[in-house]
């Protein structure tokens, strides 16, 4: 324990150092600045992970870190907030996940279950056959993910472009074929701002701020300006009626994970100084007008979904505050998203803040496409992707903050939802529904299978067929890849014969 104390002393005077390197360099060379505070980020991200090994602490880095010295530091967390176990109180399985909900918009889902909008293939036949397989097995609604609104929003070049009617034959099949089988199908509408790939678009990213530095690329965005913002938020409602004409029963706007809406709502990527930047007031002003005008061009009798992050996942001294992310679900509620979609973590920063679980590093390295960004992977991937203790529904303690503070639309818990068990326990608690990724890659019919229990009046905490996904990760390293199939590893294993326990 003194070598830890020693080892904390000297890391916080290189912090200091950089601090006064970053204030010092602020105004006349900002992106040197930049690289100062990115530094900064690094070493917090890089001595909490240290500690974290060191010390054996299985907690979270953003949840619970008490038990370890450098929580004064680095952990992102609340004393308020209620970090207790979220379960189910019956010792029956109630089935409320299965009943349905109705949205302000007018739309009803046939249950509490959404598949979250994850990775589903770079081409729609693989899409199509994904969202496919997961609308027969049961879900209310799936989400297909990541559909860029401006070629300037993309991160790789296979990726769903929103851009013009060109795209519409796609869509509808896509469409149809979900609601064949018994679904909804919403969308997800997205710009990537900073980390944007710009060989894919042949220019500078746009971003709040242009003295930000972009891990995701090694270099530097340009600042939007008004006529950046008017371009962008003209394509988010072009994207959205686009969604509408192609048979979309929802858009999902993305305000979360470190997009360029999220990059507004972020202090550590808006360091904007007019009427965009500086206090939450300020920063949600784009994120809204962008809100503003989907809502408009839709009508309110389209469902719009909005995502947004309870945590960024970042170092308390650069994350989100909880009063800031409680006014910025108040501010979207009164602005007219029909539900909230809670969700945390930044892409470009702390990629697994959002999953939690193992890290395939070796496998994202080689699925990596460039040599520089293998090398940045395998150098400093340790501490910007470290592997995390999995527990379930690891957002609850912001989530129930933000549950009590809107009252007057649906609010869906999302991150470590993974068993039947926790869906209900959160239904108990007041969220409307729940959205799942991973659980519902594993096994397809999860919802299904629920159903066929209560069918049979089977009051088990069994199901049967599939089993539980193990949080092993190694189906996101398609998102690095999009020529590799999406698929769950395990799976390939299953057989007639497997039990799993998904409730305990």
């Known amino acids: 324990m003194v070598l830890l104390r020693c080892f904390e002393i000297i890391w916080s005077g290189v912090l200091i150092a950089l601090g006064a390197c970053w204030k010092l360099t602020r105004k006349d060379c900002p992106r040197l600045s930049s690289l100062f505070r990115e530094a900064g980020l690094f070493l917090l991200l890089a001595f909490n992970e240290v500690l974290r090994l060191a010390l054996g602490c299985r907690e979270t880095w953003f949840e619970n870190l008490d038990a370890t010295p450098s929580s004064a530091i680095t952990a992102s967390t609340d004393t308020c907030l209620d970090w207790s176990p979220m379960g189910s109180s019956s010792t029956a399985p109630s089935f409320q996940c299965l009943t349905p909900l109705a949205l302000r918009s007018g739309q009803v889902f046939r249950n509490r279950v959404i598949r979250a909008a994850a990775f589903a293939g770079a081409d729609f036949e693989s899409l199509i056959a994904t969202h496919r397989e997961v609308a027969r097995g049961g879900v209310a609604m799936t989400t297909v993910a990541y559909a860029a609104v401006s070629k300037d929003g993309q991160t790789f070049p296979a990726q769903i472009l929103l851009e013009d009617s060109s795209i519409l034959f796609d869509l509808r099949r896509l469409t149809s074929a979900v609601h064949a089988a018994g679904a909804a199908i919403c969308i997800q509408l997205t710009h990537a701002g900073a980390f944007a790939d710009r060989t894919v678009s042949g220019k500078q990213q746009v971003a709040p701020s242009g003295d930000v530095f972009n891990p995701a690329g090694f270099d530097w965005p340009r600042a939007m300006k008004a006529e950046d913002m008017l371009r962008v938020e003209t394509a988010f409602v072009n994207a959205a009626l686009l969604a509408k004409a192609a048979g979309f029963d929802a858009v999902e706007l993305h305000c979360g994970h470190g997009y360029l809406l999220s990059q507004f709502l972020c202090p550590f990527t808006n360091t904007r100084t007019d009427e965009y930047g500086g206090s939450i ?131 869906c818990l999302l991150g470590g939802v993974s068993n039947r068990s926790t869906i209900e326990g959160a239904l108990e608690e007041g969220f409307a529904f729940v959205q799942m990724a991973r659980a519902l890659i594993r096994n397809p019919n999860f919802v299904q299978e629920m159903m066929e229990q209560r069918d049979a009046n089977d009051t088990s905490t069994q199901q049967h067929r599939r089993k539980h996904c193990t949080h092993c990760n190694a189906c996101v390293v398609a998102t690095l890849d999009p020529s590799r199939p999406m698929r769950c590893v395990e799976r390939v294993h299953d057989s007639v014969g497997d039990v799993e326990d998904l409730v305990n």
């Not at 992050?309 to 170092?315: E, F, G, H, I, M």
């Not at 650069?318 to 029909?338: I, K």
């Not at 940045?376 to 503070?405: D, H, Q």
């Open 281 to 411: 007031t300020n920063r949600l002003r784009f994120p809204l007008r962008v809100l503003d005008s989907i809502r408009s061009a839709v009508g309110t009798d389209f469902t719009v979904l909005v995502k947004m992050n309870v945590t960024d996942a970042l170092p308390r001294m650069f994350d989100t505050s909880l009063p800031d992310v409680l006014e910025t679900a108040r501010a979207l509620e009164t602005h007219g998203a029909d539900a909230l979609v809670l969700s945390g973590g930044t892409v470009s920063r702390s990629g697994f803040g959002m999953l939690l679980g193992d890290v395939p590093l070796w496998d994202m390295v080689q699925a990596t496409p460039s040599w520089p960004k293998k090398a940045a992977l395998l150098c400093f991937g340790w501490a910007y992707v470290p592997s995390t203790p999995y527990r379930e529904a690891f957002f609850r303690g912001y989530a129930r903050a933000v549950l009590k503070a809107v009252t007057s639309i649906p609010v």
